[in-house]
C-alpha cells in the first residue's frame, strides 16, 4: 500500500526558514515531487527529485533520501505569500500519491 | 500558467444524477490523469489515460468514468452521484513524468 505522512500543521515568522519532512512508503518510485496549492486553487509545482540529494530553486530547497523513504522541502526568507498547504507526492508507476499535505502559515 | 483548461468551474448537482467534467490538455502531453481532492485532504488518483487507453485507476467505483480523445481534451464520467463525490476534481496532463494540474472544477452534490 501507499503512505505519505507529513506534520499537519507549522507555522513560522517572515524571513524565517521553515523545513517541511516526508517520509513516504510506495509499490513503484519514479521520483518525488512537492506541490504548493493555495486553498480553492490547484497544486502548482515546486521541485522534482528523481536522485538522491539536494535540488536547490530559488528561495525553495528539496532533498530526497530514497534508501530512507524521506524527503523535505526548504522554504527559505519566507513571505507572507509562501502561507499554503504543501503537497509532498511520490510518483508510483502511473500516478501521484498525496498525503493530505501540510498547511504552512507564515506570521508577521 | 499551465496550459491545462477545465470546465466548469463550478457545478451543482443533485444526488442520482450524472456529471461530465472536461480538461483540454497542452499539445503534445499523451497522458491526462484525473484526481479528486475532498476538503481538506490530499487529490486522490481516479485514474489515468495515455494515448486514449486507461493506463492506470485508483480506488474509485467503476461509475467513475473518462475518455481521452486525440484532441488532448478528456472527460471525466460520474454516473449515480452521491453526496460524498461533493470535491475538487482535478486533471492533470504530462509529457513525460511531471504533471501540470488545471485549475480544477468544484462539484457540489446536494
Known amino acids: 500500500g501507499q503512505n505519505i505522512d507529513q506534520p499537519t500543521e507549522m507555522t513560522a515568522t517572515e524571513g524565517a526558514i521553515v523545513q517541511i519532512n516526508c517520509t513516504y512508503q510506495?509499490?513503484?518510485?519514479?521520483?518525488l515531487f512537492w506541490y504548493q496549492q493555495h486553498a480553492g486553487e490547484a497544486p502548482t509545482f515546486l521541485s522534482y527529485n528523481v536522485l538522491d540529494g539536494l535540488e536547490e530553486k530559488g528561495r525553495f530547497s528539496s532533498f530526497l533520501s530514497r534508501s530512507k523513504g524521506y524527503s523535505y522541502l526548504l522554504l527559505k526568507e519566507l513571505q507572507m505569500k509562501d502561507s499554503a498547504s504543501y503537497l509532498c507526492a511520490p510518483l508510483g508507476a502511473n500516478n501521484l500519491f498525496f498525503g493530505t499535505g501540510t498547511r504552512l502559515t507564515v506570521i508577521p | 500558467e499551465t496550459g491545462v483548461t477545465q470546465s466548469p468551474t463550478h457545478l451543482i448537482k443533485t444526488r442520482g444524477q450524472q456529471v461530465t467534467l472536461r480538461c483540454s490538455s497542452q499539445?503534445?502531453?499523451?497522458?491526462v490523469s484525473w484526481y479528486q481532492q475532498a476538503l481538506g485532504q490530499g487529490p486522490q488518483f481516479i485514474f489515468q489515460y495515455y494515448r486514449e487507453e486507461e493506463n492506470g485507476r485508483g480506488n474509485f467505483p467503476p461509475r467513475f468514468s473518462g475518455l481521452q480523445f486525440p484532441n488532448y481534451s478528456s472527460e471525466l464520467n460520474v454516473n449515480a452521484l452521491e453526496l460524498d463525490d461533493s470535491a475538487l476534481y482535478l486533471c492533470a496532463s504530462s509529457p513525460g513524468f511531471e504533471q501540470f494540474f488545471g485549475p480544477g472544477t468544484r462539484l457540489t452534490v446536494l
Open positions: 499539445s503534445g502531453h499523451n497522458t
Open positions: 510506495t509499490s513503484g518510485f519514479n521520483g
